[in-house]
């Protein structure tokens, strides 16, 4: 399977732009990028996807490196309510097992106001 | 809103009790999951259902089992109960299924086994 690796945590400053960087080294040509986030006792939340290209969305946008062995999700300018641990994680295109996310550790997201 | 509905939200049970988790949706999704969590291991996949009757092992299946016998709930049980089965457990849907992915999470069954 191919995996991810995330700092283990990071702080950014409110209303400051955040880059949380994921390198998938080994990520195969069909694997799609899913960033997820968890707050405190909340189940996860799911915040972008992407394969190839930059994506944008309301709450982040990603940025895919040209060969596709990292990412960086992007918060514009990160608020208190985005504290919370952030998952990379690539589709497990393997097997016929389509359909599952598997997760990793994540990188917790500290705001100081 | 995903529709999502976790029952028990908390539950106490002594070791080799049966637990039965249900999850349920409003939403007629195909594709449903459970994960557990664990501190230290993130998320981890026990088992997810493509369909009715259709379902498949995750990464840590062993003592857990499931059933979907209709569309809108897939049921979680531990026939036996283990201390090491003391977790926060998360029903997941996927409106889109495999294709992109995208999970959407219910508000997670805290577990404790004495």
């Known amino acids: 399977d191919a995996k991810t690796t995330q700092p283990n945590s990071m702080e950014s400053n409110e209303e400051e732009p955040v880059h949380l960087p994921c390198n998938h080294s080994t990520i195969s040509g069909t694997d799609y990028i899913h960033w997820y986030r968890q707050l405190p006792s909340q189940g996860p939340e799911y915040v972008i996807h992407g394969l190839t290209s930059n994506v944008n969305n309301r709450m982040a946008s990603l940025a895919i490196a040209e060969d596709r062995k990292s990412s960086t999700l992007i918060l514009h300018r990160a608020t208190l309510r985005d504290a919370a641990v952030y998952y990379c994680?690539?589709?497990?295109?393997?097997?016929?097992?389509?359909?599952?996310?598997?997760f990793g550790k994540g990188t917790l997201l500290t705001v100081n106001p | 809103d995903a529709g999502i509905t976790q029952s028990p939200r908390h539950k106490v049970t002594e070791t080799g009790t049966p637990v039965t988790l249900r999850c349920h949706q409003t939403?007629?999704?195909?594709?449903m999951y459970w994960y557990r969590q664990d501190p230290g291991h993130g998320l981890r996949l026990i088992h997810y259902?493509?369909?009715?009757?259709?379902?498949d092992k995750g990464e840590v299946s062993d003592g857990y089992s499931v059933s979907r016998s209709k569309t809108e709930d897939f049921l979680l049980t531990l026939e036996s109960a283990t201390s090491s089965q003391t977790s926060v457990y998360f029903c997941a849907i996927s409106p889109r299924g495999g294709t992109t992915g995208e999970l959407f999470f219910g508000e997670g069954s805290r577990l404790t086994v004495l």
């Open positions: 939403e007629n999704h195909r594709y």
């Open positions: 994680i690539l589709r497990d295109n393997s097997g016929g097992s389509n359909y599952k996310l598997t």
């Open positions: 259902s493509y369909g009715v009757k259709d379902t």
